[in-house]
Nanobody, 122 residues
């Protein structure tokens, strides 16, 4: 079975930094795209950062220059490094995987999701 397990979410002060991790297991062989999405209460789930199978990365305008998505293939782990954090970054953060992922793709079109990890910035 495919499992995506996020960790690292916690409360942090404005201007602080945080590193989220997503442990990946069970993905079938193939070229997978992976991304980080977030959802605040009352809001729709939105794309934050995407990493294509060739390593190309894209970011939402709201996090560009502050967040970095990366993947350690040896550890089968996806990361989201967050710096200069703002209260508007507060949300549940989800790791996602599919053959095609982009920032604005409807969430229902993504096949695999983690359970989420809560990030609170105050």
């Amino acid at each position: 079975d495919v499992q995506l397990v996020e960790s690292g979410g916690r409360s942090v002060q404005t201007g602080g930094s945080l590193l989220l991790s997503c442990a990946i297991s069970g993905l079938p062989d193939g070229t997978w795209c992976m991304g980080w999405f977030r959802q605040a209460p009352g809001n729709e789930r939105e794309g934050v950062a995407v990493r294509d199978s060739d390593g190309t990365t894209t970011y939402a305008d709201s996090v560009k220059g502050r967040f970095t998505i990366s993947k350690d293939n040896a550890k089968s782990t996806l990361y989201l490094e967050m710096k200069e954090m703002k209260p508007e970054d507060t949300a549940m953060y989800y790791c996602a995987a599919d053959y095609f992922v982009e920032l604005r793709i409807p969430p229902q079109r993504i096949g695999y999701w983690g359970q989420g990890t809560q990030v609170t910035v105050s």
